[in-house]
């Protein structure tokens, strides 16, 4: 190892959290953090000893980055062409202690240690790396978005697109916690004091805050609001939660999940699914949805790539939600069709209700005695077909007139 | 979990950091007859074949977070492997005291373990059988540094 250059510091390394490791081979080699202030931080790896691989370590600004990332300038350049005129090197053991920390001028340093000048990025990121780490560092169970595919860079985003896309994922997760939380009421509902106790906590273990929004593709992290805390390997409801939301996901990919999570929920939910879903598709989009719990040693994962997302509307495509309804009217008839049975119809009572249709077969037989200048009250058998993500399709046939007598 | 994960050289540490949501492989290979490459040292042969995790001093940051550090990194060709090293050195100048400064060869077989598919720049791990010991199948074929 070559001798030690510039001064010996403090440096708070607690303050820094793993973003992703941008080189890796058998270990990182190049990894980015940032700090609880958003600043952003490379650790860049330099030399071994028997006892410790040193680093240099400086902070970049984002743009710097991602153009490296981009491939427009090389690691040559984000080491050396940034406008603080200095960096650390530290060195680290095998037990992740770190020692030796020094301030060094980068006019200073040793040139043999810098890499070539066309040192072009030509790796890809690791990914999920960091869920463990902020896991552990917040102790409490993180959830991640990472959106991915088209306009979508290291870290940043379009954010005409990423603005319709907070509020349907944030619409799927009131509609789901919402059930969830009736759900585990009902599952309580014999103990009083249990129910009581755990209201809350089902509240703020079904929302979540934002911890970060990250580099790596774009990545939104956030964590529950509430601050539960279970045994070491024992499941949360947050943990719970997760997995609902995980599986929803999931569900996209057959049509039988599909058909069990909207028997299990409602249609509402799977219509904001789909909206979600179409959403990703008409923006090419991806979208990953990673859960990691250090405490409870639970982690879920489920991507969706803007290829499959096509996939996932052929399937909702085949979900029919039908329903048949009987409706009550007083009003006049203003179409008759005798020969094939069609019927327009409207409502007499302010309400703007119309309805057009076919008579039964016996009221079909009847029709002639129709008259349109007389009030009647009608019964409607009214049949509502719904696919999800088409319109409504609304059959209905009368099956009963009457002549009003009270008018 | 992958039921020949107890047969694994490092079948105990794997299962543990798998437990606490590191990432593992989701599909795995038998390797039959399958030319591997690998980065060693020429004058310190008890550093060769060694997992980072196991190395001393390891090349770690944060933590344990990934199964693969138990594993040994291989390329397919010697292309690939040539053309990463390249890519290594040209970041890395002192990159050749970290994974090695040789070129080395092997066939690997159903017995040493279990191997990941091939990424596109033809990398692969391989996560070894207790029994495995490619000290002794390895060949070192020349040096990587100019």
């Known amino acids: 190892m070559k001798s030690d250059l510039g001064i010996l510091v403090d440096f708070d390394f607690s303050h820094l959290t793993k973003v992703t490791d941008l080189i890796y081979f058998d270990g990182p080699l190049l990894s980015h953090y940032i700090d609880n202030s958003g600043e952003n931080y490379i650790f860049y790896w330099i030399d071994v000893n028997s006892t410790f691989n040193r680093w240099l370590f400086f902070r970049v600004d984002l743009n710097l980055l991602q153009d490296f990332v981009n491939k427009k300038i090389p690691l040559y350049d984000l080491i050396l062409n940034r406008s603080e005129l200095f960096l650390y090197s530290v060195d680290i053991d095998t037990d992740d202690q770190y020692s030796n920390i020094r301030l060094v001028l980068t006019k200073d340093l040793d040139t043999s240690y810098l890499p070539s000048q066309k040192s072009f990025y030509e790796f890809k990121p690791q990914s999920n790396l960091s869920l463990l780490a902020l896991s552990r560092k917040y102790n409490s169970g993180i959830m991640e978005f990472r959106i991915t595919g088209d306009s979508v860079n290291y870290g940043s985003i379009a954010l005409s697109k990423l603005a319709p896309l907070i509020p349907k994922i944030e619409d799927i997760r009131k509609d789901l916690a919402n059930k969830y939380i009736k759900n585990r009421r009902r599952f309580l509902a014999g103990d009083k004091n249990a129910q009581k106790d755990n209201s809350k906590t089902l509240a703020l273990d079904t929302q979540f805050e934002l911890v970060y929004s990250l580099a790596g593709s774009f990545r939104l992290v956030l964590r529950p609001i509430g601050t539960q805390t279970t045994l070491i390997g024992e499941k949360s409801f947050s943990d719970e939660f997760a997995e609902e939301i995980i599986k929803l996901f999931n569900s996209g990919f057959s049509k039988e999940s599909i058909s069990e999570f909207s028997d299990k929920y409602n249609k509402n939910l799977i219509k904001k699914y789909n909206d979600l879903i179409q959403y990703l598709n008409t923006s090419k989009l991806g979208l990953d949805v990673g859960w990691c719990n250090n405490n409870s040693q639970i982690n879920y994962a489920q991507k969706i790539s803007s290829k499959q997302t096509h996939e996932i509307l052929e399937n909702l495509m085949y979900l029919n939600y039908d329903d048949i309804e009987e409706l009550k009217y007083r009003g006049k008839f203003y179409s008759i069709n005798t020969h094939t049975g069609a019927y327009c119809f409207e409502s007499t009572e302010g309400d703007d209700f119309r309805s057009s249709g076919f008579f039964d077969e016996m009221r079909k037989q009847m029709a002639l005695c129709i008259s349109f200048n007389k009030i009647y009250d009608v019964v409607i058998s009214r049949k509502t077909t719904e696919k999800v993500g088409a319109k409504e399709k609304i059959k209905d046939v009368l099956i009963s007139f009457i002549e009003a007598v009270d008018v | ?146």
């Open chain 2, 1 to 146: 979990m992958n039921d020949f994960i107890e047969k694994l050289k490092y079948g105990e540490e794997i299962a543990s950091l798998i437990s606490t949501g590191a990432c593992h492989p989701t599909q795995f290979y038998e390797p039959v007859n399958k030319e591997a490459y690998r980065f060693v040292f020429r004058n310190e042969l008890d550093k060769n074949h060694i997992p980072v995790y196991k190395q001393n001093p390891s090349r770690i940051l944060n933590g344990k977070s990934n199964t693969s550090g138990y594993a040994l990194s291989c390329f397919c060709s010697k292309e690939c492997a040539e053309k990463k090293y390249s890519e290594l050195l040209s970041l890395y100048p002192f990159i050749f005291k970290s994974i090695g400064d040789h070129l080395s060869t092997g066939i690997l077989e159903n017995g040493d373990g279990r191997i990941t598919s091939d990424t596109p720049s033809g990398h692969f791990d391989l996560y070894e059988f207790v029994d495995c010991d490619l000290n002794k199948k390895f060949e070192i074929l020349y040096s990587l540094v100019g």
